[in-house]
């Protein structure tokens, strides 16, 4: 632990830093960009606003101060901030610098910007742009960089007031590869960066476990080389992890792993849902009487609009579910994969908009089974209306849910708009839980699979076996087919059905996994919790985490890094937190560089 | 500090003249006159709520609903024009008026959010992605395609404008919605305003990136090779944005009397006509070559019928026109009034001289389209035209296609229908061919109706002889 602080001038001036040695060579990790959500919360952190103080914009109060849309990423595995999917366009240049260009106007508010107090001192301001560009480079700056620094600022100063050049200024470290990737300079570069591998090591954490840049406490660390041991590094996991971000940023994995937005873009079916789910669509005759004159021929889009309408508050609370239910699950009850797989409890929404709706009818869960004392009341808007959604603790029956994959983001995210995807589901469980890749489907197999009309003369189950029957089809499809039957009780919103089509249904399949005996199941209850037993299930879920944290593909020669990371996982019964620890203190994250390097 | 309003002014300094439209009107230069080496222009023009297809169609010469025809519009008198689209009946011979298509891609989309599907599925052809809170692209619109492969590299690519509140109509790409601008004088500053610009951000953009390819070329000695390709990569785009903002501030552009546009934007064709005038004078200096100018709605005293209802188009009269002549009408006319702002746009080109040789008009092609079929948010009949584009489109025709021909179920404001038009897709397709885009598709290459049909959307137009 270090015994002095070197004051801050110091440091950036490349004077201060004590290297203590590095036990573990950090090594260099291949250059990542920071992600549209990375940015925005570096911004914040950079600042210091609260969300809801941000100042309006000086010039256009309509465009919004916080956050700003950035250009995505390219999902890979469905994750943002892989290397492989990080490429640049001339939109992105274009937007960066305007995204630059509006933050600055900002900086001289920002409760974090000053240095000192003097700000009207030319020496204050270029202190303080320093220690900016210290605080969102996320490192010492070099010599050089200092230099360079000043001697910019000088010039913006000698032609502006000081806030306009300081406002230049944040432009400028904002627009620089320093702040836009993270960028280590790797070991060769300790002459003129001491302690690189620490300042790295801080925002490999701290992206890692918060999305977002490090907090004062990694900085001092990386300032005194505390960050060069992996007894120091699991240290500063442990304590991050019980911070507040740490949740948002595993709710944030969990929500691009289950790709739960997806739900948003469904599009159920009016006639065969909207009736059945919307209490105050189930006779859309007597709504329509009610909301518009008697025969109104223009009824029909009301009719949809209002379904639109509870549809937005039914997605929202199904997303908004998934993700309290894993924050609530990791931190606070079991903690474990197996719970996020078994654990039958979730949280019913009730939505007040144009429509009112509740996910309580899908579930068909009864008041007593609804938990009224810890009930969540969120706001939420449309960009026209304003909802608000009332989350309830909800105890689902044991025999109908079981986890993540029987509620309804899951469910009805991998539905047609009037029957389930057997397919999308299952393809879903074995490409995401046991990755197990399936390729895309050949030219053809869309229009070769049946219509998704109300009229089906036989189950869902029977007309899909039908249309996969021929040998090329069952080539693929006789390992996807049975694990989506496993869901044949949920229709395309995630409700309960006992029938389809009026014939009992039958969920009953089998799932054979890499390496293991074939396992049978009746149901996705059963499946769900045969599949919280699987090494192959835990194993994937690690490596997903893994290449996670890495911003990257994993290479063939990592593999006994990452088996350790397994068996370390499978030993704890799946505990997701020891899991981040593991990844952290893991060669692959201590070391980083790729043995090979990918070139693109 | 603003020069006095003088856009007169400003298009003599083009070489206009005084009398511009008068000019305008007469045809100084008909279409196809000029098809040589001058750079091609794109105008992406979209309006709310549709239009009401009996006052907008045409059926000249005892044609009728049936089959697919064509007629020239060079034949028909101003009478027999349309009422909504009246106003260009002087401009008919640049006009390819396209009579059958559908949306009918949006209404296979998810549930609700009828204008933002339409105005997402108009100009990108594609699905939208609906995050829970917004609707966002899935691909790039028109106007961007068409500007990836036509812009100059020390140029803007493209200029998205709107007037009063238009919609977003365009994307970059996935997800990638690009902010339209409404402030006239922000516009002028984007196109001219780097030395005339108030705003040191803006004026020191190019020190601002100045910088960063400076702290670029310091950080890459540390980087491994792939790395260093990468950022490269990335960097090599800045170089490009700067050389684009250097190029825009070196360009010679005659912009004296120009200053004066910012202050002409009291009302809404006044706010057109400072956009319509910006985008001329952008094309004339080739400073860009594609532009969007996405339309807001009109008060209704712009379309004369402030004193039937006052208020808004939009519930006013857009949700009415099935109930209510008046209202039909009323929406007729709102057609009208965007059809005269396109007269004028088109008059506008047609009287500045080209550099390369004839009018800029000879070297434009316009679209107009709008987010809806008609007012009551009906797919079904969805009313375009094109204007200009005679290198490429058969210019000075009626094209009509029988509805019915495309077995998507769409629900209009007369029931649901079975079977509708032609996707506009295919409408897509024809205006970047013609803009030199080698694609067959824009957007979705096919969908399946909800009974299993495949339906193709590659390729443009079919002929309607």
């Known amino acids: ?600 | 500090m603003m020069s006095p309003v003088n856009r007169r002014q400003f298009l003599s300094a083009l070489g206009a003249g005084a009398g511009a439209s008068a000019v305008a009107t007469t045809g100084l230069w008909g279409p196809r006159a000029w098809a040589g080496t001058a750079p091609k222009r794109f105008i992406l023009l979209s309006s709310g709520h549709g239009t009401v297809y009996d006052y907008w169609k045409m059926r000249p010469r005892g044609r009728t609903d049936r089959g697919d025809w064509s007629e020239d519009l060079m034949g028909l008198s101003q009478d027999a024009f349309s009422r909504a689209l009246a106003p260009l009946h002087p401009y008919r011979s640049r006009l390819q008026i396209l009579d059958g298509l559908s949306m009918a891609t949006a209404e296979l989309d998810i549930s609700g959010y009828r204008h933002e599907k339409g105005w997402l599925h108009a100009w990108t052809g594609d699905w939208v992605h609906f995050t829970g809170a917004d609707l966002f692209s899935t691909g790039p619109s028109l106007d961007q395609i068409v500007a990836g492969a036509i812009a100059r590299p020390d140029r803007l690519p493209s200029l998205e404008l709107q007037v009063e509140e238009g919609r977003p109509i365009c994307h970059a790409g996935h997800s990638q919605q690009l902010p339209l601008e409404g402030d006239p004088r922000a516009a002028f500053d984007r196109v001219f305003g780097l030395l005339n610009s108030t705003d040191p951000l803006l004026q020191a953009q190019g020190s601002i990136l100045d910088f960063a390819i400076e702290e670029y070329k310091g950080l890459r000695g540390y980087l491994r090779p792939a790395d260093r390709a990468r950022l490269a990569a990335h960097f090599d785009l800045v170089r490009q944005l700067e050389q684009r903002l250097v190029g825009l501030s070196e360009a010679t552009c005659d912009t004296g009397s120009l200053l004066g546009l910012a202050g002409t934007s009291e009302g809404y064709d006044a706010l057109f006509q400072s956009m319509a005038d910006l985008v001329a004078a952008a094309f004339s200096c080739d400073l860009t070559r594609v532009a969007t100018l996405s339309l807001g709605d009109l008060p209704s005293d712009d379309f004369g019928w402030g004193w039937y209802l006052s208020g808004d188009a939009h519930n006013d009269f857009a949700h009415r026109i099935f109930q209510d002549d008046a209202s039909a009408q009323a929406m007729s006319d709102y057609t009208a009034a965007h059809a005269a702002q396109l007269a004028y746009l088109i008059g506008l080109l047609e009287s500045i001289p080209d550099p390369e040789g004839g009018s800029l008009m000879d070297h434009t092609l316009i679209a107009w389209g709008s987010e809806l079929g008609d007012g009551w948010h009906g797919y079904d009949r969805w009313c375009a035209l094109t204007a200009g584009g005679g290198w490429h489109l058969d210019t000075g025709t009626y094209r009509h296609w029988e509805f019915g021909g495309t077995p998507i179920a769409l629900l209009t404001g007369r029931g649901r229908i079975e079977r509708c038009g032609l996707p506009h897709q295919h409408m897509l397709v024809d205006i970047a061919q013609a803009m030199g885009v080698g694609v067959d598709h824009i957007g979705l290459d096919h969908v399946r109706s909800k009974a299993g049909a495949t339906i193709d959307l590659t390729g443009g137009l079919p002929a309607t002889a």
Request: charged share 25%.
């Open chain 1, 1 to 600: 632990m270090p015994t002095r602080r070197p004051s801050a001038l110091l440091l950036l001036l490349g004077l201060g830093a004590c290297s203590d040695g590095v036990a573990t060579p950090a090594g260099q990790a291949p250059l990542r960009r920071l992600t549209p959500t990375e940015y925005n919360r570096t911004i914040s952190d950079l600042y210091g606003f609260g969300t809801e103080d941000w100042p309006e914009h000086p010039e256009d109060e309509d465009l919004g101060s916080f956050p700003q849309t950035l250009p995505p990423d390219i999902r890979i595995h469905g994750f943002e901030g892989m290397l492989e999917g990080q490429v640049a366009s001339p939109y992105l240049a274009e937007r960066y610098a305007n995204v630059a260009r509006h933050y600055a106007r900002f900086a001289p508010e920002a409760p974090r910007f000053w240095a000192c107090t003097d700000r009207d001192e030319a020496a204050c301001a270029e202190q303080s742009v320093l220690r900016f560009a210290h605080r969102a480079w996320r490192r010492q700056l070099t010599p050089d960089e200092v230099k360079r620094l000043t001697t910019a600022h000088q010039g913006f100063a000698a032609n502006h007031g000081v806030e306009t050049a300081v406002q230049l200024s944040v432009a400028a470290i904002l627009s620089a590869p320093q702040f836009l990737y993270l960028a280590e300079l790797g070991d060769s570069a300790t002459v003129d960066a001491p302690g690189a591998s620490d300042w790295a090591m801080a925002s490999r954490l701290s992206y890692f476990l918060w999305d977002s840049m490090p907090d004062a406490e990694l900085f001092e660390r990386a300032a005194f080389g505390g960050l060069s041991t992996p007894g120091a590094v699991e240290e500063q996991a442990r304590r991050m992890l019980a911070e507040d971000r740490a949740r948002e940023a595993v709710v944030h994995f969990h929500r691009q792993w289950l790709d739960l937005e997806s739900v948003y873009s469904t599009r159920p079916d009016f006639e065969a849902y909207a009736t059945r789910y919307v209490t105050e669509l189930s006779d859309p005759e007597a709504w329509a009487e009610e909301a518009n004159e008697p025969d109104d021929p223009f009824a029909d889009q009301d009719l949809e609009e209002a379904w639109s309408g509870a549809l937005v508050g039914i997605r929202a609370g199904m997303v908004r579910e998934a993700e309290l239910f894993v924050e609530r699950t990791v931190f606070d009850g079991a903690g474990t994969l197996e719970a996020l797989l078994t654990d039958h409890h979730g949280y019913v929404t009730e939505v007040q908009g144009i429509t009112s709706a509740s996910t309580a009818v899908i579930y068909g869960v009864q008041p007593d089974q609804v938990h009224d004392s810890h009930r969540i009341t969120e706001q939420f808007t449309d960009g026209n209306i304003d909802y608000e959604l009332v989350l309830r603790p909800a105890t689902y029956p044991a025999d109908q849910r079981a986890g993540l994959l029987t509620q309804g983001a899951v469910l009805a995210s991998h539905a047609h708009p009037v029957h389930p995807a057997p397919v999308l589901r299952g393809k879903f469980v074995l490409e995401q839980l046991t990755c197990t890749g399936m390729g895309q489907p050949p030219d053809g197999a869309e229009a070769a699979a049946p219509p998704d009309t109300l009229d089906a003369q036989s189950t869902n189950r029977e007309r899909l076996a039908a249309a996969t029957g021929d040998p090329i089809c069952a080539a693929c499809h006789d390992t996807l087919n049975p694990v989506g039957f496993a869901f044949e009780h949920y229709d395309s919103m995630g409700g309960w059905r006992d029938t389809d089509n009026g014939s009992p249904v039958d969920a009953s399949g089998q799932i054979q996994l890499w390496g293991a005996d074939p396992i049978a199941f009746n149901d996705a209850v059963e499946l769900s919790r045969a599949l919280a037993g699987q090494r192959r299930v835990y194993d994937c879920y690690a490596e997903n985490w893994t290449r996670y944290a890495l911003g990257r593909e994993l290479r063939p020669t990592e593999e006994p890094d990452l088996v350790a990371i397994q068996d370390a996982f499978w030993a704890t019964r799946g505990d997701v937190q020891e899991l981040l620890v593991s990844i952290v203190t893991s060669p692959l994250f201590l070391t980083q560089t790729p043995s090979e390097t990918p070139e693109n």
